[in-house]
């Protein structure tokens, strides 16, 4: 060994490079980092020769797509790649060794990811969970290569991109899954296209699809705008889908004097238990499959809302209100009696109501058992001077019905509760 690393040592710097060349970059570093020489980890050390890294292999037995060893793989996370990190432009990696190597240093000039191997949980992984990708902004990926199983019928992805990881990760992840029979897509956009037309969807992900019989999705275009934008009707975006086969499907856009625009298209039946960011206006349909919701408005959600709300998700379990409402709103004794209340109405499932964005109005209306019936509401996400006000200091009989189940009371910092709180809510924990 000591013979062949002099004559290596003799060799001029081009002809090195050759030679090296012919080698994979992976087994270049690992051979020559380390090894004490200087001038070896110079040229190991070179952008032709940390550029791209490829960190899959053949199974000699098998033809199989497989990771390198656990030994070659743990020295580059821990020596080699903290060395090379602004160097590289490219990983080639399977899936079984993705997250080590992505976890190992930051990658500030990655813009290409091949994956092998790769299935529904590591998917999801990539477009959900931050934690994987702490050391890289995801909107730098501009190539994500999917070598798929050739057989996969059957995908389901769940992410919030923005528009351009829509665009640069989202879309070329989907046209590479030609075999699929069966797709679902619940996707959230912010700063994308105003819409998602059924044009879009056909020319960019249906037409690379032509074993597909099953399309689900809910999709959302969340948008800021400076200029105010060009109003387009529920109408206008239905029409976009008249000659596209995804079945009957339904259009929500609503623009808010924030400046700000969103809108939803999905399939029908709807098959997602989670919707957010929904205004005032949703629309004349039953939502069975949704147990938790998040309302979002600018204007104040009134008793009419409520009412077509538990007839639209007769099964939701999770409730979260954020509407900042005009003074005019704000909490008195009238709200204690209130002559828009005709009936009392009832959420049977739901368990937990988050109302601490919410004007006191909502902890009235939703505690004061003339007005609502929470049977089985365990959690409660409050303002503690809003539930001190309207509880009347926790002796109220109107609202002591409707917190009676409550075993988890959470007020947003840290409080030593009064003997009275115990009271009037008896399976909170002391």
């Given at each position: 060994m000591n013979?062949?690393?002099?004559?290596?040592?003799?060799?001029?710097?081009?002809?090195?490079?050759?030679?090296?060349?012919?080698?994979?970059?992976?087994?270049?570093?690992?051979?020559?980092?380390?090894?004490?020489?200087?001038?070896?980890?110079?040229?190991?050390?070179?952008?032709?020769?940390?550029?791209?890294?490829?960190?899959?292999?053949?199974?000699?037995?098998?033809?199989?797509?497989?990771?390198?060893?656990?030994?070659?793989?743990?020295?580059?996370?821990?020596?080699?790649?903290?060395?090379?990190?602004?160097?590289?432009?490219?990983?080639?990696?399977?899936?079984?060794?993705?997250?080590?190597?992505?976890?190992?240093?930051?990658?500030?000039?990655?813009?290409?990811?091949?994956?092998?191997?790769?299935?529904?949980?590591?998917?999801?992984?990539?477009?959900?969970?931050?934690?994987?990708?702490?050391?890289?902004?995801?909107?730098?990926?501009?190539?994500?290569?999917?070598?798929?199983?050739?057989?996969?019928?059957?995908?389901?992805?769940?992410?919030?991109?923005?528009?351009?990881?829509?665009?640069?990760?989202?879309?070329?992840?989907?046209?590479?899954?030609?075999n699929l029979e069966e797709l679902t897509l619940y996707i959230h956009i912010f700063g994308g296209p105003i819409f998602i037309s059924g044009t879009h969807?056909?020319?960019?992900?249906?037409?690379?699809?032509?074993?597909?019989?099953?399309?689900?999705?809910?999709?959302?275009?969340?948008?800021?705008?400076?200029?105010?934008?060009?109003?387009?009707?529920?109408?206008?975006?239905?029409?976009?889908?008249?000659?596209?086969?995804?079945?009957?499907?339904?259009?929500?856009?609503?623009?808010?004097?924030?400046?700000?625009?969103?809108?939803?298209?999905?399939?029908?039946p709807l098959k997602f238990h989670c919707l957010k960011k929904i205004p005032n206006n949703i629309p004349n349909l039953v939502f069975n499959s949704v147990t938790h919701l998040e309302l979002w408005d600018e204007n104040p959600f009134k008793y009419e809302f409520f009412i077509r709300l538990a007839r639209a998700f007769p099964f939701i379990k999770s409730l979260s209100i954020w509407n900042i409402v005009p003074a005019s709103w704000t909490f008195d004794k009238s709200h204690l009696n209130d002559k828009d209340w005709c009936s009392i109405i009832e959420y049977p499932h739901l368990i937990s109501l988050d109302i601490v964005r919410a004007n006191i109005y909502y902890v009235e209306h939703f505690l004061n058992e003339t007005k609502t019936y929470l049977p089985r509401l365990t959690e409660l996400k409050i303002r503690y001077e809003d539930l001190e006000m309207v509880t009347t200091n926790f002796t109220r009989d109107e609202t002591r019905r409707n917190s009676a189940k409550v075993k988890r009371l959470i007020v947003g910092h840290s409080t030593v509760y009064p003997k009275d709180v115990y009271y009037y809510f008896p399976l909170l924990s002391v």
């Amino acid at each position: 060994m000591n013979q062949y690393i002099v004559h290596l040592l003799d060799i001029p710097n081009e002809i090195l490079f050759i030679i090296l060349k012919k080698l994979e970059n992976v087994d270049v570093l690992y051979s020559l980092l380390g090894i004490n020489n200087k001038r070896l980890e110079i040229i190991a050390q070179e952008q032709i020769f940390t550029n791209i890294l490829n960190f899959v292999s053949k199974s000699q037995s098998t033809d199989e797509i497989c990771s390198i060893s656990s030994t070659i793989l743990d020295r580059f996370c821990i020596s080699i790649l903290p060395r090379i990190h602004k160097n590289i432009k490219s990983l080639i990696v399977e899936s079984v060794s993705m997250e080590e190597i992505l976890r190992a240093v930051n990658y500030p000039n990655l813009t290409k990811l091949k994956i092998f191997n790769f299935n529904k949980s590591i998917v999801s992984k990539y477009f959900i969970d931050d934690s994987l990708f702490e050391h890289i902004d995801k909107q730098q990926i501009t190539d994500l290569v999917l070598n798929d199983n050739p057989n996969l019928k059957c995908f389901s992805l769940t992410c919030y991109p923005s528009g351009q990881a829509y665009d640069n990760l989202v879309l070329p992840l989907l046209r590479q899954m030609s075999n699929l029979e069966e797709l679902t897509l619940y996707i959230h956009i912010f700063g994308g296209p105003i819409f998602i037309s059924g044009t879009h969807l056909h020319n960019e992900i249906l037409v690379y699809m032509s074993q597909l019989h099953t399309f689900t999705f809910y999709i959302t275009s969340e948008n800021d705008f400076i200029d105010p934008p060009i109003l387009i009707s529920n109408l206008d975006i239905q029409r976009t889908f008249t000659n596209i086969k995804c079945g009957q499907i339904v259009c929500m856009i609503d623009y808010f004097a924030i400046d700000k625009t969103i809108c939803r298209v999905f399939s029908l039946p709807l098959k997602f238990h989670c919707l957010k960011k929904i205004p005032n206006n949703i629309p004349n349909l039953v939502f069975n499959s949704v147990t938790h919701l998040e309302l979002w408005d600018e204007n104040p959600f009134k008793y009419e809302f409520f009412i077509r709300l538990a007839r639209a998700f007769p099964f939701i379990k999770s409730l979260s209100i954020w509407n900042i409402v005009p003074a005019s709103w704000t909490f008195d004794k009238s709200h204690l009696n209130d002559k828009d209340w005709c009936s009392i109405i009832e959420y049977p499932h739901l368990i937990s109501l988050d109302i601490v964005r919410a004007n006191i109005y909502y902890v009235e209306h939703f505690l004061n058992e003339t007005k609502t019936y929470l049977p089985r509401l365990t959690e409660l996400k409050i303002r503690y001077e809003d539930l001190e006000m309207v509880t009347t200091n926790f002796t109220r009989d109107e609202t002591r019905r409707n917190s009676a189940k409550v075993k988890r009371l959470i007020v947003g910092h840290s409080t030593v509760y009064p003997k009275d709180v115990y009271y009037y809510f008896p399976l909170l924990s002391v």
